[in-house]
């Protein structure tokens, strides 16, 4: 079984924030959630996981969670593994899960993270899913 594991970047462009359909829980125009998101990227490329962590958890009471779950979730998740928090990266990628659960991203995170944690079954649950989702 193989798993991909990368650290590549994410880009976020302005294009995303500039739906007008926004809830409450999100800021004015969403420009506090991509800077946040802007912050964690850098700090993240920088090698400053802990404050690539902090800068998500922020977005995340900034209300960024929902439109930004695809963003968010499986960076936070993979910075948590590069603090060796495996259970705050479990619990990262499975809160992305419940908003995004067919995610192929969040899926082989949450794949890798379960074999990290010694939960063979979790694992195959994940790929699982993984699988299927791609047959979509």
């Known amino acids: 079984c193989f798993l991909i594991f990368s650290c590549s970047g994410i880009e976020i462009s ?16 969403n420009s506090e959630c991509l800077q946040w998101l802007s912050a ?17 958890n922020i977005s995340l009471l900034e209300g960024c969670g929902d439109r930004y779950a695809d963003k ?14 495996l259970d705050s990266a479990k619990w990262s990628v499975d809160k992305g899960l419940r908003i995004l659960p067919e995610d192929l991203q969040l899926l082989n995170v949450a794949a890798f993270v379960s074999r990290k944690q010694n939960r063979p079954e979790d694992q195959l649950f994940y790929l699982d899913n993984y699988y299927q989702a791609l047959s979509y």
């Not at 995303?16 to 800021?27: H, L, R």
């Not at 968010?72 to 928090?85: E, F, T, V």
């Open 14 to 29: 302005d294009s995303e924030s500039s739906n007008s359909n926004s809830s409450k829980t999100f800021t004015k125009d």
């Open 40 to 56: 964690a990227d850098i700090n993240r490329k920088n090698g400053s996981y802990q404050n690539c962590v902090n800068s998500y």
């Open 72 to 85: 968010i979730y499986q960076w936070m998740s993979r910075a948590y593994i590069q603090l060796g928090k």
